[in-house]
C-alpha cells in the first residue's frame, strides 16, 4: 500500500501546530482528503529548504551544475509524490499566510504549470509567492 493511500485511510481530520523557539512555523490541518499546510513563518522554510537543499546552492560551476541536477532530482520527487496523491484521490496544499502556493494532487488544476512540472498533478497557484518562499 503506497504511503499515500496509507494516509488517506488514517487522516480523517485534525489539527496540528509546529513551532520553533517558541514562534509558530507551520500550522497543518487535515480533513476530507484534503491536508493543508500553512506556513506561517518564512525564515523556518527558507532554513528548512535551505538544510534540504545542501550543497547546492556552492559557488562557482560544480555548484550550477549540483543546483540544477539537485532541482532535477527534487522535481522528480515531487512529481511522483504528486501523481500518487491523485492516484489516491488526495490533495495537499502548500500556503503562505493562508494564501494558497502551491497545491499537488487530485485538486491540482494547473494551467500553465503543468509545462514546467511535467504534470496535472501539480499547480502552481501563486507563482510569486512560491518564488519569494523558494529563492
Do not use: C, H
Not at 504511503?3 to 514562534?23: D, E, P, R, Y
Not at 529548504?49 to 539537485?70: C, E, H, Q, Y
Not at 494532487?105 to 501563486?126: C, H, Y
Amino acid at each position: 500500500m503506497p504511503l499515500t493511500s496509507f494516509l488517506g485511510a488514517m487522516l480523517k481530520s485534525g489539527k496540528v501546530t509546529v513551532s520553533t523557539n517558541n514562534v509558530k512555523a507551520l500550522e497543518i490541518t487535515a480533513y476530507d482528503k484534503k491536508i493543508d499546510i500553512d506556513a506561517l513563518n518564512k525564515q523556518f522554510i527558507k532554513d528548512t529548504l535551505g538544510v534540504a537543499r545542501g550543497s547546492m546552492w556552492d559557488k562557482g560551476p560544480r555548484g550550477s551544475l549540483n543546483m540544477i541536477k539537485t532541482a532535477r532530482n527534487s522535481l522528480d520527487g515531487l512529481r511522483g509524490i504528486a501523481q500518487d496523491l491523485s492516484d489516491s484521490g488526495l490533495t495537499v496544499t502548500f500556503s503562505y499566510k493562508g494564501n494558497v502556493v502551491v497545491t499537488l494532487g487530485s485538486k491540482a488544476n494547473p494551467v500553465l504549470s503543468d509545462v514546467i512540472t511535467g504534470t496535472k498533478a501539480i499547480e502552481i497557484n501563486s507563482p510569486r509567492k512560491f518564488v519569494e518562499l523558494v529563492l
